[in-house]
């Protein structure tokens, strides 16, 4: 999962503006219509080659911030026509995993044109945060640091275990592709809150260790990895009492990403305004 945009649901290159490709304008049956920014980078290629592939999903539009080659069939625009293409094709709900600026700027086009949105994107500060809250008051908008279920299954394993052994020792690792430029990535700060929700007594994270660095009350050892074309791995390390207990998981391809976002898309449109995350998605 993984980008500074590139997102550990998936991440991509900054990209915003597009064309519908395999989509049927003639009709508003029950196909999902989507529109995809970062139609170049990595997750965006992958959302729309899932998309064109899923029974009863189109892509309406697809942008990239450069006009590029069609990817699967579908146009790709330039991102400065988002607006005018979201108005025109009226897709559903816009799937985003580029970079934080372009990720809230997109927010704001979708929030004017009332289409949903779902983000993957990561590496937000607090206003760029603030400027997705914002465009939640006007229309439904889902982020998430990932969309891998195994995910969400880890997550949950991982607060169950954090509450059985208390006074553990807890290291988080995690390993993404060398084109990953936030570190560490979204998914692994998702579960270092997890973590702290469940341990009020671990509240000062460590990054990494060099020189004369012992263990203090208080730490999580936290520790990023960039290597070749490695998807995406979290690794949760408990350790005391002479025993240690490792939660992992791993993802083989990016694909698991995109289908959980398009799970997301489809779940998201027709809902009122608000925040969402991906668990209300699981939950449901």
């Known amino acids: 999962m993984s980008g500074s945009g590139d997102s550990d649901g998936g991440g991509g290159s900054d990209g915003a503006g597009g064309s519908g490709g395999s989509t049927s304008d003639t009709g508003r049956d029950d196909t999902l219509r989507i529109a995809v920014t970062g139609a170049g ?24 911030r450069t006009a590029t080659d069609p990817v699967a069939g579908v ?12 108005a025109e094709r009226e897709p559903d709900v816009l799937v985003d995993f580029t970079g934080p600026e372009s990720a809230v700027a997109y927010a704001e086009a979708c929030a004017a044109a009332g289409v949903s949105i779902v983000t993957g994107t990561t590496g937000f500060d607090s206003s760029g945060t603030s400027g997705l809250r914002e465009a939640s008051h006007e229309i439904a908008l889902l982020k998430a640091s990932n969309f891998a279920r195994g ?65 203090r009350p208080g730490e999580i050892g936290v520790h990023a990895r960039r290597a070749g074309d490695v998807t995406g791995e979290h690794e949760v390390l408990l350790a005391g009492n002479r025993e240690t207990i490792e939660l992992t998981h791993r993802a083989g391809d990016r694909g698991v990403f995109a289908e959980g976002a398009l799970d997301a898309a489809n779940w998201l449109a027709g809902r009122d305004p608000g925040w969402y995350d991906f668990d209300d998605v699981l939950d449901a």
């Open 41 to 64: 980078g990595r997750m965006g290629r992958e959302v729309i080659e899932a998309a064109t592939s899923r029974e009863g999903v189109a892509v309406a539009v697809a942008v990239n």
């Open 75 to 86: 146009d790709v625009a330039s991102a400065e026509r988002l607006p005018e293409l979201l």
């Open 151 to 215: 995910v969400a299954a880890l997550r949950r394993a991982v607060r169950e275990a954090v509450a059985a052994v208390p006074g553990y020792d807890v290291e988080l690792t995690e390993t993404h592709h060398n084109g990953k430029r936030d570190a560490p990535s979204g998914t692994a700060k998702t579960i270092l809150g997890d973590v702290e929700d469940v341990r009020d007594d671990l509240d000062e994270r460590v990054h990494g260790r060099e020189g004369v660095a012992p263990r």
